[in-house]
């Protein structure tokens, strides 16, 4: 039996029991989520709570001012608020507490700061797509797109040996990042098109679920353009994107990807740093 073979029951064990293992939604961001399904809510009441955690409330202000979400600074917490809305708050207050994972023992730093940056990309590179193609609900199809890869950083943080090499981690990582990436979106309560898309990863095109083939494969396209253009792991062999099924599957051109190309970097690089 291999190295991954030997680690991959173990990673299956922790998950069986990922309410220990598994990283909780900090606090401030399950009450913030809570608030948020209230279609009325008070946005000054939102404000107060974002107000309680002074490094959540730094990084809505800096999120809001970034080249993603606005066209100036913002340096005020209530403008933040007000300027992101109640969608484009909860995606981030899950890309928040999602970033945590990003972050943990160095042995490991430099894959997890490239899984990392697939998700941003993923998230980013969806919300884009999903504009230029005129789809509703961007933002929950950032959310979408931002955790498809994010079950890579939740096998990370389940894999703490510093004694294994970095291909025995990538393997397990492979095996086992969809399953995993079931287990936080269960812990964390998230949306259907979250659980819908990470599938994808399993069964490919052809085992997304009825209704959800135009939003996974938005998603699917944006994933594997962003390791296209160099913000993800590379294709061996390289990937021209507009070849991809998923692109036809939505009606991607090949002017929509160099759009996508020339934003995408700069947009990602802007949103990582203001995450910090």
Same mark, same amino acid.
């Given at each position: 039996?291999?190295?991954?073979?030997?680690?991959?029951?173990?990673?299956?064990?922790?998950?069986?029991?990922?309410?220990?293992?598994?990283?909780?939604?900090?606090? @401030?961001?399950?009450?913030?989520?809570?608030?948020?399904?209230?279609?009325?809510?008070?946005?000054?009441?939102?404000?107060?709570?974002?107000?309680?955690?002074?490094?959540?409330?730094?990084?809505?202000?800096?999120?809001?001012?970034?080249?993603?979400?606005? +066209?100036?600074?913002?340096?005020?917490?209530?403008?933040?608020?007000?300027?992101?809305?109640?969608?484009?708050?909860?995606?981030?207050?899950?890309?928040? =507490?999602?970033?945590?994972?990003?972050?943990? +023992?160095?042995?490991?730093? $430099?894959?997890? =700061?490239?899984?990392?940056?697939?998700?941003?990309?993923?998230?980013?590179?969806?919300?884009?797509? &999903?504009? *230029?193609?005129?789809?509703?609900?961007? $933002? #929950?199809?950032?959310? &979408?797109?931002?955790?498809?890869?994010?079950?890579?950083? =939740?096998?990370?943080?389940?894999?703490?040996?510093?004694?294994?090499?970095? !291909?025995?981690? !990538?393997?397990?990582?492979?095996?086992?990042?969809?399953?995993?990436?079931?287990?936080?979106?269960?812990?964390?309560?998230?949306?259907?098109?979250?659980?819908?898309?990470?599938?994808? *990863?399993?069964?490919?095109? %052809?085992?997304?679920?009825?209704?959800? %083939?135009? #939003?996974?494969?938005?998603?699917?396209?944006?994933? $594997? =353009?962003? +390791?296209?253009?160099?913000?993800?792991?590379?294709?061996?062999?390289?990937?021209? @994107?507009?070849? *991809?099924?998923?692109?036809?599957?939505?009606?991607?051109?090949?002017? *929509?990807?160099?759009?996508? %190309?020339?934003?995408?970097?700069?947009?990602?690089?802007?949103?990582?740093?203001?995450?910090?």
């Amino acid at each position: 039996m291999d190295a991954v073979e030997t680690l991959v029951p173990l990673i299956t064990k922790a998950l069986a029991d990922s309410e220990q293992s598994l990283p909780a939604l900090p606090k @401030v961001v399950t009450e913030l989520m809570q608030m948020l399904d209230d279609p009325d809510v008070d946005l000054r009441e939102v404000t107060r709570v974002v107000k309680l955690d002074p490094a959540l409330s730094a990084k809505v202000v800096g999120v809001a001012s970034s080249a993603l979400f606005s +066209r100036s600074p913002v340096t005020d917490i209530g403008r933040a608020v007000s300027s992101l809305g109640t969608r484009s708050l909860r995606s981030m207050a899950v890309t928040l =507490a999602a970033s945590l994972l990003a972050k943990g +023992r160095p042995h490991v730093k $430099e894959l997890r =700061a490239a899984y990392w940056k697939h998700c941003l990309a993923t998230g980013i590179g969806t919300r884009l797509l &999903a504009r *230029h193609l005129g789809e509703r609900d961007v $933002e #929950q199809l950032f959310l &979408a797109g931002l955790l498809f890869n994010v079950g890579k950083l =939740a096998v990370l943080h389940l894999v703490n040996r510093e004694d294994l090499e970095r !291909e025995v981690i !990538e393997g397990a990582v492979g095996r086992m990042h969809a399953e995993a990436a079931a287990f936080l979106f269960h812990r964390w309560s998230l949306p259907k098109l979250c659980v819908r898309a990470v599938r994808a *990863h399993r069964w490919g095109l %052809e085992g997304i679920e009825e209704g959800y %083939e135009r #939003q996974v494969g938005l998603i699917v396209l944006a994933s $594997e =353009a962003a +390791r296209a253009f160099g913000l993800g792991p590379p294709h061996d062999p390289p990937l021209d @994107v507009a070849q *991809h099924p998923a692109a036809a599957l939505i009606g991607a051109s090949e002017v *929509h990807l160099a759009d996508l %190309e020339l934003e995408l970097e700069d947009l990602v690089r802007d949103l990582e740093a203001y995450l910090g």
